[in-house]
């Protein structure tokens, strides 16, 4: 019970959380240079002042701004995220659409980056002032500092256009025509190099983090004590300070979903997987605000989500955290 009222506070705080980034992106999004009406009215191949005062009415955009606030609000309230400028389909109806392939590329990413990157840093960390260490401190620091879209087009070069391992472009093969199992295998084929690419960065994080904590753990009192038990070093490490360096990596992996979309939006253009990431960035161009405001809330959700997670995780490792706190 305690623990449902613990959630639940966690919820309705989330919601207000939600509803506050929804009118903040309302008027950020409204700074973007650019006409919307002008856009659009440019791509149809007319420039009419009649015909771009007649769409800026269709679109709502001829409202002061405080009303499209009010309206947009009551829309968000009623799960309504409103209607694409560009494709006039529900937003709600587009995000959901290009959702499944970012949660396939953001948790299989996370998925990698987390077991590998606390495996590196604890070897780090056992191994702390050795040519291992070394080694993973400064691959670590490498793949941190490398921008994700140098990274990926360098992998796109190598892998895929001079060893032809894998495809540079896209979520399945263009000429595809199977289905089952034949469709899976083509779809983790090109979900590769996208994924190991933004895990690559995030393991690179966890390292760090898990080697930092684990070698500030190793010195508190507790473990002295272990060893002065006669405690295996083995045992030592594994439920002591590894169990307890966990908790600032659980933290950041809490935060790390709003991260994740930003890292997406480099990723999916550069491999043209077809995601969130990618549709927040044609909707920058192409001025659909109402998307990129939907975009913005769906995220916001997965984080509240996450951290969330993330506070029910942290009385499950550390049982002195009481969900109250």
Do not use: C
């Not at 895929?160 to 391992?165: I, K, R, T, Y």
């Not at 089952?180 to 393991?203: K, S």
């Not at 684990?214 to 507790?222: G, I, K, P």
């Amino acid at each position: 019970m305690q623990r449902f009222s613990f959630v639940l506070g966690r919820l309705i705080k989330g919601i207000f959380v939600i509803l506050a980034i929804g009118v903040l992106a309302f008027f950020v999004i409204r700074l973007v240079p650019g006409d919307p009406v002008a856009v659009i009215a440019g791509k149809s191949g007319s420039v009419d002042a009649e015909y771009m005062e007649a769409l800026r009415t269709r679109l709502g955009l001829d409202q002061p701004i405080l009303v499209q606030l009010g309206i947009f609000m009551k829309g968000l309230v009623q799960g309504d995220l409103g209607q694409s400028y560009r494709q006039g389909a529900p937003v709600m109806e587009i995000i959901l659409e290009r959702l499944p392939a970012t949660l396939l590329l953001t948790l299989s990413a996370s998925a990698i980056s987390i077991l590998l990157g606390v495996m590196a840093g604890a070897l780090a960390a056992r191994r702390h002032g050795t040519w291992a260490d070394s080694a993973i401190s400064t691959l670590a620091l490498i793949f941190y500092a490398t921008p994700l879209f140098w990274m990926g087009l360098m992998a796109i070069l190598l892998f895929s256009l001079v060893l032809g391992w894998f495809p540079a472009f896209g979520m399945v093969s263009s000429d595809m025509r199977y289905e089952g199992l034949r469709h899976v295998l083509d779809v983790l084929h090109h979900l590769v190099m996208p994924m190991t690419i933004l895990g690559l960065f995030y393991m690179a994080v966890y390292a760090r983090l898990t080697r930092a904590s684990m070698l500030e753990v190793a010195e508190m009192d507790f473990v002295r004590t272990a060893r002065a038990k006669g405690m295996t070093e083995a045992y030592i490490t594994r439920r002591h300070i590894l169990r307890n360096a966990l908790l600032p990596v659980i933290t950041f992996a809490g935060i790390q979903a709003g991260h994740l979309i930003g890292g997406t939006v480099l990723v999916e253009t550069v491999f043209g997987w077809p995601g969130i990431g990618r549709l927040a960035f044609d909707s920058l161009l192409q001025r659909d605000y109402p998307v990129l405001l939907g975009i913005f809330i769906i995220t916001s959700v997965m984080v509240v989500v996450f951290n969330i997670i993330t506070d029910i995780l942290y009385t499950l490792v550390d049982p002195r955290i009481e969900v109250t706190q």
